[in-house]
């Protein structure tokens, strides 16, 4: 007589169990709070390495009655590499487990100061002195007894060399001097629709001149651009890395140039390919008549990085910055890269040209590894 009763009281229970499945009750979201804090509210950094490594270090992280691997973080950098703001939530699938009882928390922003000095700060440079033998100063440094040099002479032979070197007032010291003339200049007696007078590296030069894959080099100079400089619609370039060897090797990977517009603009170009795009631009004007300091940072690679800060020598303010931490850089292929810097422009628009001058001086390549 009692197994029956068991048995009965066995199914009562199971049909008490699912009646409570089924009526539409849901199990409650268990609070607890979840946060971000940072024990500095700003971090001077050298790399991205460095950079990631003081960010793990300086953040604190409160999972309450969760578990790490319920949340997730996230790094959110603005476009300047300037300040990242890092936030903590719960993962997709545990949203609905869990009920934050303190979102506010969930968020810090820390300031970031990029540290670009370099730590030999010469590497091989590049200066001018004395008056005269200004190519042979050039030649020395960036391709003994060969031509790094690209001028218009052959065409203006008149003028004489289309580099010299003056002594200038503000920096209390000798600088080179580019020109380029509207009516009598061109491309080495090669190209008539454009006008270029640059110095490079090329496959003559030094191998430490050079930029190779998996290398990370620093480039440095000084420009400035004379007043009332005029920019074309189509280009005026002032610096190019230029990858050699390969399919590509006749579109430069990164460039400054200015372009005319409503407002003439310092462009920075990048192309990965053949087609270029816009990474950063500044108004030109506060560029004018002003010497500026350039500190490029590349590392060389298919998953290569790349800085550069433009900076007014009298007051070190920031003019133009861009930062990528994660960049193609190398292309199939390609033997080197080489930089390349002066006036390169064209011809097609004959309202938009003057007789030019752009200054120059202390350049210099560091290899760091």
């Not at 869990?98 to 969930?106: F, H, K, Q, T, V």
Request: charged residues 20%; aromatic residues 10%; hydrophobic residues 35%.
């Amino acid at each position: 007589m009692k197994r029956p009763f068991f048995i009965i009281l066995i199914i009562v229970f199971l049909f008490s169990v699912n009646s409570c499945s089924d009526n539409g009750q849901t199990t409650e979201p268990i609070t607890t709070d979840i946060s971000i804090t940072s024990t500095q509210n700003s971090i001077s950094w050298v790399d991205f390495s460095d950079l990631t490594l003081q960010l793990d270090n300086v953040l604190n992280c409160n999972y309450g009655i969760a578990l790490e691997r319920e949340t997730q973080k996230e790094r959110s950098f603005n476009a300047d590499t300037m300040q990242v703001t890092v936030t903590i939530d719960f993962k997709i699938g545990f949203q609905s487990v869990y009920n934050d009882s303190i979102p506010n928390n969930n968020s810090v922003t820390i300031q970031l100061i990029k540290d670009v000095e370099i730590p030999n700060p010469q590497g091989v440079q590049l200066k001018a002195d004395g008056p005269g033998n200004t190519y042979d100063l050039i030649t020395s440094i960036l391709a003994p007894h060969h031509n790094p040099i690209e001028t218009s002479d052959c065409n203006h032979t008149a003028f004489g060399n289309h580099i010299n070197k003056i002594f200038d007032s503000e920096l209390n010291t000798n600088v080179f001097r580019f020109f380029v003339h509207t009516s009598t200049d061109n491309d080495r007696c090669l190209n008539f629709d454009r006008q270029r007078n640059e110095v490079k590296t090329y496959d003559q030069s030094p191998n430490n001149l050079l930029g190779t894959q998996n290398e990370t080099v620093i480039y440095k100079w000084e420009f400035k651009f004379a007043e009332g400089f005029q920019s074309s619609p189509n280009f005026t370039h002032i610096h190019q890395l230029k990858s050699v060897g390969g399919l590509l090797e006749s579109m430069p990977m990164y460039t400054l140039t200015t372009r005319k517009g409503s407002a003439d603009k310092l462009e920075l170009r990048y192309t990965e390919t053949d087609s270029q795009i816009t990474l950063a631009q500044t108004d030109i004007n506060p560029l004018i008549n002003t010497w500026l300091e350039v500190t490029e940072i590349i590392k060389y690679g298919t998953s290569g990085t790349y800085d550069i800060e433009i900076k007014k020598v009298s007051d070190n303010s920031m003019l133009l910055s861009y930062s990528n931490p994660s960049i193609i850089n190398w292309r199939s292929g390609a033997d080197f890269v080489r930089p390349k810097w002066g006036i390169y422009r064209s011809l097609i628009n004959e309202q938009d040209r003057r007789d030019e001058e752009v200054l120059f001086d202390d350049f210099s390549v560091l290899e760091t590894e």
